[in-house]
T-cell receptor, first 111, second 113 residues
Framework: SQTIHQWPATLVQPVGSPLSLECTVE??????LYWYRQAAGRGLQLLFY??????ISSEVPQNLSASRPQDRQFILSSKKLLLSDSGFYLC??????????FGEGSRLTVL | DAKTTQPPSMDCAEGRAANLPCNHS???????VYWYRQIHSQGPQYIIH???NNETNEMASLIITEDRKSSTLILPHATLRDTAVYYC??????????????FGKGTHLIIQP
């Protein structure tokens, strides 16, 4: 069966520090991968998606970047965090005409 | 993708059927209706989807009106664990397409004991 893992689950970082959130999918190949963010009290915002290794599409301009170094690995990064980067970050995957499957999320607090 | 309108919150008694409405009056003929839910501090979970016909699975039933301008998600016997935010999403692609799904604010369903 397919599984999706995100880590770390919780992160507290100072303003200006770097960020790296990692997501891996197991049990499938060539999935579409997604990063969403949910700020406190708000809906889910699609940040990035990828249809293959090295292929990244950005939905909104921001302080974050994404990379896909391997087929089932998706990384969300920042060189210098802002207070506004705080939120709940969710990785998701799908393959072909299937529904989205989400990870358990990573809660980032920037102080 | 068509826009959806949902009530911000609803209450339902435990053991009763929870009926969550969604309006999508601008839906196109090839657009699907998807429902997801998000329990607090967890990732969203797929519930059900449909195109024209009513659908049922182990979690819920989806009733789509004949003109497809609205739909209702039915949880037949709500439990406290069904308390969550429910998202109704309309998209052209079965599965959401390569560019993912757009989530609105959804309906916060609260199941009362």
């Amino acid at each position: 069966s397919q599984t999706i893992h995100q880590w770390p689950a919780t992160l507290v970082q100072p303003v200006g520090s770097p960020l790296s959130l990692e997501c891996t999918v197991e049990g499938t190949s060539n999935p579409n991968l997604y990063w969403y963010r949910q700020a406190a009290g708000r809906g889910l915002q699609l940040l990035f998606y990828s249809v293959g290794i090295g292929q990244i599409s950005s939905e909104v301009p921001q302080n974050l970047s994404a990379s896909r170094p391997q087929d089932r690995q998706f990384i969300l990064s920042s060189k210098k965090l802002l207070l506004s980067d705080s939120g709940f970050y969710l990785c998701a995957w799908r393959r072909e005409d299937r529904e989205l499957f989400f990870g358990e999320g990573s809660r980032l607090t920037v102080l | 993708d068509a826009k959806t309108t949902q009530p911000p919150s609803m209450d339902c008694a435990e053991g009763r059927a929870a009926n969550l409405p969604c309006n999508h009056s601008t839906i196109s003929g090839n657009e699907y209706v998807y429902w997801y839910r998000q329990i607090h501090s967890q990732g969203p979970q797929y519930i059900i989807h449909g195109l024209k016909n009513n659908e049922t699975n182990e979690m819920a039933s989806l009733i789509i009106t004949e003109d497809r301008k609205s739909s209702t998600l039915i949880l037949p016997h709500a439990t406290l664990r069904d308390t969550a935010v429910y998202y109704c999403i309309v998209t052209r692609y079965s599965g959401g397409g390569a560019d993912g799904l757009t989530f609105g604010k959804g309906t916060h369903l609260i199941i009362q004991p």
